[in-house]
Nanobody, 118 residues
Framework: QVQLVESGGGLVQPGGSLRLSCSASGSMITFNAMGWYRQAPGKQRDLVAGITSGGTTYYSDSVKGRFTISRDYLKNTVYLQMTSLKPEATAVYYC????????????WGKGPLVTVSS
């Protein structure tokens, strides 16, 4: 059984920064794609950023230039560095792993809450 364990959520002021981490365990399989979705209250879950084993990245338009995704392949860990955070970034951030960068998801993490508020 695969587990995705996230850390790094919390409260941050507008304009601040936060880093999320997600580590995969329980399997020797290295996932092609890992990344993050987010779901704000009352809204659908949207893809924020993803990265493949080859280093190809995807960012949603709303976070381009402010969020950076990176991956430690030996540790099966993916990171999301978030800067210049806006209140509309408040959401539960779900780590995912999948075969493709965009599309169906194989595994989900439980999701840390990120709150951007003064």
């Amino acid at each position: 059984q695969v587990q995705l364990v996230e850390s790094g959520g919390g409260l941050v002021q507008p304009g601040g920064s936060l880093r999320l981490s997600c580590s995969a365990s329980g399997s020797m399989i290295t996932f092609n794609a890992m990344g993050w979705y987010r779901q704000a209250p009352g809204k659908q879950r949207d893809l924020v950023a993803g990265i493949t084993s080859g280093g190809t990245t995807y960012y949603s338009d709303s976070v381009k230039g402010r969020f950076t995704i990176s991956r430690d392949y030996l540790k099966n860990t993916v990171y999301l560095q978030m800067t210049s955070l806006k209140p509309e970034a408040t959401a539960v951030y779900y780590c995912y792993s999948a075969y493709r960068l965009i599309g169906s998801v194989d595994y989900w993490g439980k999701g840390p809450l990120v709150t951007v508020s003064s």
